[in-house]
T-cell receptor, first 113, second 114 residues
Framework: GESVGLHLPTLSVQEGDNSIINCAYS??????FIWYKQESGKGPQFIIDIRSNMDKRQGQRVTVLLNKTVKHLSLQIAATQPGDSAVYFCAENSNNAGNMLTFGGGTRLMVKP | DTEVTQTPKHLVMGMTNKKSLKCEQHMGHRAMYWYKQKAKKPPELMFVYSYEKLSINESVPSRFSPECPNSSLLNLHLHALQPEDSALYLC?????????????FGPGTRLTVT
């Protein structure tokens, strides 16, 4: 299930299950969104992006959904694997800001074997 | 080569020391970034360089001094830091600082100020 800890929200899932990580963004002018994965001791790694003229984009085992009406972004990971265990950040960008990213708070995904 | 490298991996420095963090990329990217990341927090943008010129300084204290000697290198000079500056410092690069381009991150330098 999903819980909010003292620092990072944590999502714990069983290996093989699907995971859904949510993100709320605040800037209605944001028109480009990215999901990053950060493993312990590493920098953020690009997973998938979506522009505001789309509401869904699929990659390999990952899908990003964008709901501009409620300013909500989600990352779905199919058949979650132990290697998916990491902290996931959403990031937003607006054309007015150039390529400046504003990161969301992050969610820790823990995959139980 | 889609790698951004950072040195050193770890750095411990006193409040009176002067040290530098280094970042390098060979992807031909013309935009480079410094971010600061505190434990269990998201990265926060510090500086943006575009075509080797500082284009954005997010109100960073002057004890942090960035430098871009050429299009492949980015340095962050540190002087008279405070313990609260202890964090993971991430470098990133992208094709351009305008528009939407994937930012590639290095592994970071974990800095401890004593």
């Amino acid at each position: 299930g999903e819980s909010v800890g003292l620092h990072l929200p944590t999502l714990s899932v069983q290996e093989g299950d699907n995971s859904i990580i949510n993100c709320a963004y605040s800037n209605s002018a944001s028109d480009y969104f990215i999901w990053y994965k950060q493993e312990s001791g590493k920098g953020p790694q690009f997973i998938i992006d979506i522009r505001s003229n789309m509401d869904k984009r699929q990659g390999q085992r990952v899908t990003v959904l964008l709901n501009k009406t409620v300013k909500h972004l989600s990352l779905q990971i199919a058949a979650t694997q132990p290697g998916d265990s990491a902290v996931y950040f959403c990031a937003e960008n607006s054309n007015n800001a150039g390529n400046m990213l504003t990161f969301g708070g992050g969610t820790r995904l823990m995959v139980k074997p | 080569d889609t790698e951004v490298t950072q040195t050193p991996k770890h750095l411990v420095m006193g409040m009176t020391n002067k040290k530098s963090l280094k970042c390098e990329q060979h992807m031909g990217h013309r935009a480079m970034y410094w971010y600061k990341q505190k434990a269990k927090k998201p990265p926060e943008l510090m500086f943006v360089y575009s075509y080797e010129k500082l284009s954005i300084n997010e109100s960073v204290p002057s004890r942090f001094s960035p430098e871009c000697p050429n299009s492949s290198l980015l340095n962050l000079h540190l002087h008279a830091l405070q313990p609260e500056d202890s964090a993971l410092y991430l470098c990133a690069s992208s094709s351009s600082a305008g528009g939407y381009y994937e930012q590639y991150f290095g592994p970071g330098t974990r800095l401890t100020v004593t």
